[in-house]
Nanobody
Framework: QVQLAESGGGLVQAGGSLRLSCATSGRIFSTYVMAWFRQAPGKEREFLSWSCCGSMTYNADSVKGRFTISGDNAKNTVYLQMNSLKPEDTAVYYC????????????????WGQGTQVTVSS
């Protein structure tokens, strides 16, 4: 059973940076597709980034050039570096994992963390 736990959220001013961490229950970074999603109040959960096979990554257009997904297999941790944050980035951020092909839909991910709140003030 894969377990995920996010941390690193908080309050930051617009233009600032945060790095979210997702601790995993094992060394799954190179064998699972790892992804980050977010959900703002009243909105659907939104795909942000995935990492596959230890080296391939993909970002949604909404965060391309600002967010970067990475992982450290030795530390069993996946990261989301977020730069140039905007008030519209305010949301609960979730880490997710799945076996198999890469995907951007929430419906294809089997394992989820509890989420971490990110609030960006203007």
């Amino acid at each position: 059973q894969v377990q995920l736990a996010e941390s690193g959220g908080g309050l930051v001013q617009a233009g600032g940076s945060l790095r979210l961490s997702c601790a995993t229950s094992g060394r799954i970074f190179s064998t699972y597709v790892m992804a980050w999603f977010r959900q703002a109040p009243g909105k659907e959960r939104e795909f942000l980034s995935w990492s596959c096979c230890g080296s391939m990554t993909y970002n949604a257009d909404s965060v391309k050039g600002r967010f970067t997904i990475s992982g450290d297999n030795a530390k069993n941790t996946v990261y989301l570096q977020m730069n140039s944050l905007k008030p519209e980035d305010t949301a609960v951020y979730y880490c997710a994992a799945r076996r198999g092909a890469v995907a951007t839909s929430v419906n294809f991910y089997d394992y989820w963390g509890q989420g971490t709140q990110v609030t960006v003030s203007s």
